[in-house]
C-alpha cells in the first residue's frame, strides 16, 4: 500500500499565482484532511472531510479551497499565492469513527511564495 | 476551542529516562495522541489515550488524567534516533471526524 501519496513534495510560486496540491489516499478512509506547519505553530487544520462530497473549513482556511470529489482523493488549492502561504503542507486520513482511528500522514510538500 | 501546551525543547542521555508533558484545555474531550517527527518528515502515530490511566508500548508511555487536563509521554532505554519532535493532540468531540489540534511539539535532543 502507497498510504497516502502527495504531489508536489517541492514548489516555488510567485505570490499571486494559483496551484493545486494533490493527496491521495489507497486505505479507503473516509476523513481526510489538510495541515500546515509553521516553526513555532505546530500543525495547523485549513480543511477537513469527512466524506466525498463533504468538506468544512479548519483553523486557518482563508486562502484556500477544496473538494471531495472521490473517497481517494482530496486536492487543496490555492487561489492567489501570498507570502503567507509559505509553509509545509501534510495531508492526513484515516476512518471516520472516533477511537483510536490513527491519521496517517502524507510526506509533506513544501511551498515557498516568493 | 483547545489550548495545549508543551515544552519547547527537552535534552536527555542516550539510555536514560525522559517525560514529556502536555496539559491541555478542551470543552469536549474524545482523545489524545501522541506523535514524532524527525526532522523534514511526516509525523508518525505514537500513542493513544481516551480513559485515565497509562497506556505502555514497548519503550514508549503515555499517561491521561482527565481530569487534570494532563498527559505525559514516558520515553525509556533513550537512543540516538528518538531525537525528534513530540507533538501532543487533542481530539474534540465526535462530529467533526477525526479533528486533531497539536501542541507546537517538544523537541527533544538525546546525547552521549
Known amino acids: 500500500n502507497a498510504g497516502v501519496t502527495q504531489t508536489p513534495k517541492f514548489q516555488v510560486l510567485k505570490t499571486g499565482q494559483s496551484m493545486t496540491l494533490q493527496c491521495a489516499q489507497d486505505m479507503n478512509h473516509e476523513y481526510m484532511s489538510w495541515y500546515r506547519q509553521d516553526p513555532g505553530m505546530g500543525l495547523r487544520l485549513i480543511h477537513y472531510s469527512v466524506g466525498a462530497g463533504i468538506t468544512d473549513q479548519g483553523e486557518v482556511p482563508n486562502g484556500y479551497n477544496v473538494s471531495r470529489s472521490t473517497t481517494e482523493d482530496f486536492p487543496l488549492r490555492l487561489l492567489s499565492a501570498a507570502p503567507s502561504q509559505t509553509s509545509v503542507y501534510f495531508c492526513?486520513?484515516?476512518?471516520?469513527?472516533?477511537?483510536?482511528?490513527?491519521?496517517?500522514f502524507g510526506a509533506g510538500s513544501r511551498l515557498t511564495v516568493l | 476551542g483547545q489550548n495545549i501546551d508543551q515544552p519547547t525543547e527537552m535534552t536527555a542521555t542516550e539510555g536514560a529516562i525522559v517525560q514529556i508533558n502536555c496539559t491541555y484545555q478542551?470543552?469536549?474531550?474524545?482523545?489524545l495522541f501522541w506523535y514524532q517527527q524527525h526532522a523534514a518528515e511526516a509525523p508518525t502515530f505514537l500513542s493513544y489515550n481516551v480513559l485515565d490511566g497509562l497506556e505502555e508500548k514497548g519503550r514508549f508511555s503515555s499517561f491521561l488524567s482527565r481530569s487534570k487536563g494532563y498527559s505525559y509521554l514516558l520515553l525509556k532505554e533513550l537512543q540516538m534516533k528518538d531525537s525528534a519532535s513530540y507533538l501532543c493532540?487533542?481530539?474534540?468531540?465526535?462530529?467533526?471526524?477525526?479533528?486533531?489540534?497539536f501542541g507546537t511539539g517538544t523537541q527533544l535532543k538525546v546525547e552521549l
Open positions: 493532540a487533542v481530539r474534540e468531540g465526535s462530529g467533526g471526524g477525526n479533528k486533531l489540534t
Open positions: 492526513a486520513s484515516s476512518r471516520r469513527n472516533s477511537g483510536a482511528n490513527v491519521l496517517t
Open positions: 478542551t470543552s469536549g474531550f474524545n482523545g
